[in-house]
């Protein structure tokens, strides 16, 4: 597997433009389009919010309905969430308006949304941006890039990433962009994940794949413990690479898993890294737990701590906030068998031996967690199996953002 | 039922002091002790946190087995929490020393710690702090005022209550004090309640009236949703008010119940309030739900999400962030049917109507949302059942009470 330029236009035959609609914000894109002409195989996972944005019925309908994809519709600024019939006829005039611009058929068209809730989309300002995109759509890195800037909302950086793997020969490419950071105006943080692979790929095999590899990507980050109700991940494989097409569990398909599991946690990583407010991205390993779920639930107990984010940004080696969260995290463990580290660029640190604080110096654990990205490690000494979770810190600015934007 | 003056001492037979015994505090008294000469039915509850203190543990084998209790030992500072065998002995050292200038039972002495966890506790000073309590101890309101005010850590304000109702023609008093505002130190959040009664009940009604109390009252706030390693309630009976004892679920033990309850509820609500950084206590009401079960995960669910908390720090009417909580939750609703409103001293506004936001007047509901009491309701229209939950705003000073200690 290697590392390539690119996000969501590296791939074999996508293509992605971007424009400024004018939805909500000024001065800058905010609708993104990719395009493949050749048909896809899409897999999607979505937010299991009992309240789900119109998007996410639309798509979910798609991935289970449709016979294929060409085509992603992606606008910021509002989230078409809590419209009622009214917004879920907006995905589909979104969508014909696409299906004939582009001559493709409507339920091949995928869309989403993120931004404000309750608002209705401005449908003439939608039509125009893919009225506009359509002509624009090209298979540059430089689009796909463009796109990844349009569908940032409280995101600071734009998040893509590609990589290469061979398949019986053929070189298959894998790309994605998302955002993802915290909540916007009135509303929620909205996580979209889009993938694209030239890998040929079972329909099948390419949602189980997908389905399988959330679980330890994106279910494994947290900013602040409010799942969205637009969170959407969708992965289109257009088969263009070549590769004998993976059917079953094979060789092929370990291959496709392990550079999809880099894609994901590379773009998974980036939003926790750049969650509202963040100052450091903030890694849980769990290591030596008896089975995978329990240290799942342990490290995802500590990366969702207010107390242990808010050491976190004070750079404060506040262990017993850490061993408190692994306390209440519901799964079964030691306390008095757990040994902690710390550790980042600035060096590493153990700061509990069996449950106990050893003899540490705070000033070079504050060292440590001074970094941008900081890991803690947490050593049950019970079994084999291991999980990773990604946060952030909790800073004033997180309060700032939600807090005093509409006062 | 009705107020009145006091707390822990309020009750007949309960006495009450408090020192400046320098565990951490400069200048302040930082240990209390309550004590009945007449022997107390007792019964706890105490934190579910896999992480227990050391007065945890000790408590719970006293409760469970001990024939009476007499005494409780309070102290702030340091939760001797993660502190092994070593810990353990000092609660017994402590029951020791009370048991024997009090003239009662080790066993019957119950003892309490909030603080910074791992760090062992000073024993002369805590056996200091004892003798200089016992030949203070008074069974004066004062008394039991300043006990309240010595177990405070980060709370900005004391917090006591105490009730009179009438059981087989004798008056029964119940009073309470607690402690509990977030963490201190690179410590966690610690929850402490105390609650002594005059009533004569089995031990048996006791400890049902309090867990069944507890699911509505303590287990329905949270301050930053981290469940301390020392969460401590605890119910002393002495019988001295000469009522029928209670040894059933008979009309009595409903207004004991219910008396009980309005303690608990005002203790669980001045924590709430009082919340780390706090500028105001935020009430969320479910109505007509199907079951309890499910207006309580959902009202919990609301008072818990950091960004619904930013935004009534903020006075932001922001229920598309209330409705995504609801929707995450994991209780079944119809998000389609659900009416929405927020209420204060200021008034009373409808925000939503059938899950669609009204055209309310933003500047109204921001005048609302400023009181220093805010309550949501949740109008879910399925059934007859309801959930109050409390919490508070997420602040800036959260943020610097738990980020900034140690730098």
């Known amino acids: 597997m290697k590392q390539v330029k690119g996000g969501v236009t590296a791939a074999k035959g996508f293509e992605a433009a971007s424009t400024a609609a004018g939805i909500k914000y000024k001065d800058r894109k905010d609708m993104a ?88 989309l401005p449908m003439d300002r939608i039509k125009n941006g893919v009225k506009n995109m359509v002509p624009e759509l090209k298979d540059s890195l430089e689009a796909g890039h463009e796109a990844a800037l349009s569908i940032m909302t409280t995101d600071t950086k734009e998040k893509e990433i590609a990589v290469e793997i061979e398949l019986s020969g053929k070189t298959v490419t894998i790309g994605g962009m998302c955002k993802g950071s915290g909540m916007i105006h009135p509303n929620m943080c909205t996580m979209l994940s889009f993938v694209t692979t030239d890998a040929k790929i079972s329909k099948q095999m390419l949602q189980e794949a997908l389905s399988e590899d959330v679980k330890d990507t994106y279910n494994m980050i947290s900013v602040d413990g409010d799942t969205s109700t637009n969170d959407t991940c969708l992965l289109l494989a257009n088969g263009e690479a070549g590769n004998e097409e993976i059917i079953t569990k094979n060789d092929d398909y370990i291959k496709f898993k392990e550079a999809l599991n880099f894609v994901n946690t590379t773009l998974a990583k980036k939003m926790a890294g750049d969650g509202e407010g963040a100052t450091a991205l903030f890694e849980v390993k769990v290591v030596h737990a008896l089975e995978k779920e329990q240290a799942k639930v342990l490290s995802k107990a500590v990366i969702t701590s207010n107390l242990t984010k808010a050491a976190i940004y004070g750079h404060d080696a506040n262990w017993g906030r850490i061993l408190c969260a692994m306390g209440y995290s519901g799964a079964e463990f030691d306390p008095e068998k757990v040994d902690l580290y710390f550790e980042s660029k600035n060096g590493s640190i153990q700061i509990i031996e069996n449950g106990v604080a050893l003899d540490y110096s705070e000033e070079e654990a504050t060292k440590i967690l001074s970094a941008d990205e900081v890991t803690a490690i947490a050593d049950l000494k019970l079994g084999e199996a291991e999980a990773t979770a990604w946060g952030c810190d909790l800073t004033y600015d997180y309060i700032k953002i939600n807090a005093d934007y509409r006062s």
């Open 33 to 120: 389009m990719i395009f493949s002409k050749t048909p896809c195989k899409v897999a999607g996972t979505f937010t299991t919010n009992l309240v789900k944005a119109a998007p996410v019925k639309w798509d979910q309908e798609v991935v289970a309905n449709s016979k294929c994809a060409h085509a992603v519709v992606v606008n910021a600024g509002i989230a078409n969430a809590c419209t009622g019939d009214e917004g879920m006829g907006y995905c589909k005039e979104t969508a014909d308006c696409a299906a004939e611009l582009l001559d493709i058929s409507s339920d091949s068209v995928l869309v989403a949304s993120t931004g404000v809730i309750g608002k209705q």
